[in-house]
């Protein structure tokens, strides 16, 4: 078996598997395996050495949208709607709505940098007189005790 027969054939299976969300795991698992069976069957019976002959293997079985189709007619259910396009009028609401967000959200960090950055702090007396000698360790300064209010 060649490798890039293995690759259409679990491409075929995984295309039936995404269309067949709406079933139960236990059924689509029964399913894919049984179609997986057939598959190896007839590439056993027939000798299949060609990717060609495997693809009229899978074309005889049908699309993966016909095969979902008929599991579906099988259960009894109908399969999923998909999920509905927004219109562009939620668009255009959802991206006004996100870019007001932004925009507060950079006006509030313009404010906190440019208002919280004004305040000037006293420098302690010791810390502002005391000579600096070239070449000597730096003197330890205690930890300034924060003011708010």
């Not at 969300?21 to 698992?29: A, F, I, T, Y």
């Not at 709607?81 to 219109?87: D, G, N």
Request: net charge negative; hydrophobic share 45%; with cysteine.
């Amino acid at each position: 078996m060649k490798a890039n027969q293995t690759d259409v054939v679990g491409e075929y299976l995984h295309e039936v598997d995404l269309r067949l969300s709406g079933l139960p795991l236990l059924q689509r698992r029964e399913l894919l395996a049984d179609l997986a069976a057939h598959i190896a069957s007839e590439r056993t019976e027939r000798n299949v050495q060609s990717e060609g002959e495997l693809l009229e293997i899978l074309e005889r079985l049908g699309s993966p949208e016909v095969v979902a189709a008929a599991a579906y007619d099988e259960a009894g259910t109908r399969p999923p709607r998909p999920a509905p396009k927004p219109s562009r009028r939620t668009t255009w609401i959802v991206a006004a709505a996100a870019g007001g967000a932004v925009l507060v959200v950079l006006m509030f960090c313009a404010f906190f940098a440019f208002a919280g950055g004004s305040e000037t702090r006293p420098v302690p007396a010791e810390v502002a007189t005391a000579p600096a000698e070239v070449g000597s360790a730096p003197a330890e300064v205690a930890p300034v005790p924060t003011v708010t209010g």
